[in-house]
Antibody, heavy 120, light 110 residues
Framework: QVQLQESGPGLVKPSQTLSLTCTVS??????????WAWIRQHPGKGLEWVGY???????YYNPSLKSRVSISVDTSKNHFSLNLSSVTAADTAVYYC????????????WGRGTLVTVSS | QSALTQPASVSGSPGQSITISCSGT?????????VSWYQQYPGKAPQVMIY???QRPSGVSHRFSGSKSGNTASLTISGLQAEDEADYFC??????????FGGGTKVTVL
């Protein structure tokens, strides 16, 4: 079955860029009908949609993060990536990658999540 | 785009029914019947319980049901069980390829 796995540094310095990758296994990221998403959860808080991308490269972002976020897809490596620039302590969170079903409008598959701490 | 509003906590005794509200606006919940609900245990990733307002994915108990009235969506858990103790989040499509989540509700089984 399809699985998602986040990878990347667990510690990022303030003002630097947070970079994470989500590897899709057991299926192709080129499968139509899905958006590939990043969602974050601040410690003890709710979920926040960061953005998502279609395999064609069309990406959409949370307006509150749009000036700092970029999501890209590499179909040859079957993965997609998140870059969040100029990070502060407020960006400390568990970052999840997830799959969003276009036709049914929900997140049906999630990675296990990775904690990213912003600290000097 | 503001987060959807959920009560911080809801509790009930085993066997009872509880309802969690999710209040949005005419731009999100009110405009689309595209609310989904997620259950999350501590330290785990969320998993979907309801989608498109009232649809249950395969494998989800019939004790979970969803509905909507105006700008407010609701999740009802009937026949409350100890295993239902978790955090629950609502999520809505908000147009223009934007998605918004609620702040989450902690369900406690007394």
């Amino acid at each position: 079955q399809v699985q998602l796995q986040e990878s990347g540094p667990g510690l990022v310095k303030p003002s630097q860029t947070l970079s994470l990758t989500c590897t899709v296994s057991g299926g192709s990221i080129r499968s139509g009908g899905y958006y590939w998403a990043w969602i974050r959860q601040h410690p003890g808080k709710g979920l926040e949609w960061v953005g998502y991308i279609y395999f064609t490269g069309s990406a959409y972002y949370n307006p509150s993060l749009k000036s700092r976020v970029s999501i890209s897809v590499d179909t040859s490596k079957n993965h997609f990536s998140l870059n969040l620039s100029s990070v502060t302590a407020a960006d400390t969170a568990v970052y999840y990658c997830a799959r969003y079903i276009d036709a049914d409008w929900f997140f049906d598959l999630w990675g296990r999540g990775t904690l990213v701490t912003v600290s000097s | 785009q503001s987060a959807l509003t959920q009560p911080a906590s809801v509790s009930g005794s085993p066997g009872q029914s509880i309802t969690i509200s999710c209040s949005g606006t005419s731009s999100d919940v009110g405009s689309y019947n595209l609310v989904s609900w997620y259950q999350q245990y501590p330290g785990k990733a969320p998993q979907v319980m309801i989608y498109e307002g009232s649809q249950r994915p395969s494998g989800v108990s019939h004790r979970f049901s969803g509905s909507k009235s105006g700008n407010t969506a609701s999740l009802t858990i009937s026949g409350l069980q100890a295993e239902d103790e978790a955090d629950y989040f609502c999520c809505s499509y908000a147009g223009n390829n934007i998605v918004v989540f609620g702040g989450g509700t902690k369900v406690t089984v007394l």
